[in-house]
Structures are given as C-alpha cells and as structure tokens.
C-alpha cells in the first residue's frame, strides 16, 4: 500500500530565507508523487509532479523537489519564501488507479 | 481555460435531511474523484469514476454516500440522512492522466 509522512505539521520561515518541506513515502512500486498548495478557503493546486522521469522537479512559483529513492523522500524546498508562499502544503503519493493519497499537511508561514 | 466548478460552495443542512453536491469537470477529462477533507481524518478518497467503467466506491465511508456521473461528465454526489461528522470540505477533481485539477469545494455543515 502507499502512503505518505509529513514529518512537519508547522514550518515558520522569515521572508528572503530558504524553505524546507519534508515528505517520506511508502510505495510497492515506483510511485507517482505530487506536492499540492491550498491557501486560506482556496481550492487544491498543483505544485510539482514526479512520474519517473528525471529525479529534480520544477514547479510552479520557484518550488522544487528532489525525488531520493534510497531515502524514500521528496522533499519541498524554495530558495526564497514570499509571503504569498503561506498556505497548507500537501505530499501526495497516487496509486496505480490514480486515486491520490494524501499526507497530513504542512503550514508554512512566512514571517516578514 | 475553465477549471473544475463545484455548486454550492457553502451548504448548510439539518441532520436527517439530503443533499446533493454537484462537480463539472474540465471538458475532456475522463477521469473525476471525489475526496472529503475534514478536521480529523485529513484529506480523503471517497470515489472515481473512469470514462464508462464501473466507479471505484471503496473509499465511500457508508451506504448513505452515492455519486453518479451522467454522460462522462457532471458528476453528482448525494449524502442521505446527514449526520454531524458528514460536515466537511468536499472536493471534486478531474483528471487527463496522472495530475488531477481540483475544485475549490463545498463545505457542508450539518447542524
């Protein structure tokens, strides 16, 4: 079975400095794995996916992600947090169907 | 292009009564779940449907939950004899491949 462990349910980060998300997954097979942003009473939208492909994923807004299978992680980092990066941070992991399983969350603030 | 929509954004209900969510994909996706977020157990699978396969219901929490979808596309989920702990954040998404565009919900209360 697949799932997914957010190993921070907080994160606060100054404006300007780096950010670090942390995800490990559980997977039998070579997963498909997706970062979603929810800001305050938005909707779902997708940061990054990794299918396979190459192992650094850009996405959207400067985020990227590092998909490590030795250390069954993929992990969220920015360079730079913006203040508009405050919002809920979900690592999702899919399943051969498609249905998505999702962590618990992170909330980023970002502190001016 | 139009995203997912969702209708209503906001409803509020007496425990016992019915209610129907209703999702429109992105035209041409043919693939829609439905998920639930809420307080305490997160961000949850409830159902898929794929083009004109049989839905996937395992996710469904109990038999008062159904959804159809009519034609491949408007997607209706229905909630029978609401109970509180039904109250939540339901979310459609609609699916090309493997990225799935989320909805921006309906939050249901059941007072």
């Known amino acids: 079975a697949q799932s997914v462990t957010q190993l921070d349910s907080h994160v606060s980060v100054s404006e300007g400095t780096p950010v670090l998300l942390r995800c490990n997954y559980s997977?039998?097979?070579?997963?498909?794995l997706f970062w979603y942003v929810q800001h305050p009473n938005k909707g779902l939208q997708l940061l990054l996916k990794?299918?396979?492909?190459?192992?650094l994923v850009k996405g959207i807004n400067g985020f990227e992600a590092e998909f490590k299978k030795s250390e069954t992680s993929f992990h969220l980092t920015k360079p730079s947090a913006h203040m508009s990066d405050a919002a809920e941070y979900f690592c999702?992991?899919?399943?051969?169907?498609?249905?998505?399983?999702f962590g618990q969350g992170t909330e980023l603030s970002v502190k001016p | 292009g139009a995203g997912v929509s969702q209708s209503p954004s906001n409803k509020v209900t007496e425990k016992g009564k019915d209610v129907e969510l209703r999702c429109d994909p992105i035209?041409?996706?043919?693939?829609l779940y439905w998920y639930r977020q809420s307080l305490g157990q997160g961000l949850e699978f409830l159902i898929y449907?794929?083009?004109?396969?049989?839905?996937?219901k395992s996710g469904l929490p109990s038999d008062r939950f159904s959804a159809e979808r009519t034609g491949g596309s408007v997607s209706t989920l229905t909630i029978q004899r609401t109970q509180q702990e039904d109250s939540a954040v339901y979310l459609c998404?609609?699916?090309?491949?493997?990225?799935?565009?989320f909805g921006p919900g309906t939050r249901l209360t059941v007072t």
């Open positions: 998404a609609s699916s090309p491949g493997s990225e799935q565009y």
């Open positions: 997977s039998s097979y070579s997963p498909s």
């Open positions: 990794y299918t396979s492909a190459a192992t």
């Open positions: 999702v992991v899919s399943d051969l169907t498609g249905k998505l399983i």
């Open positions: 035209s041409g996706h043919t693939a």
């Open positions: 449907f794929q083009g004109n396969s049989a839905p996937d």
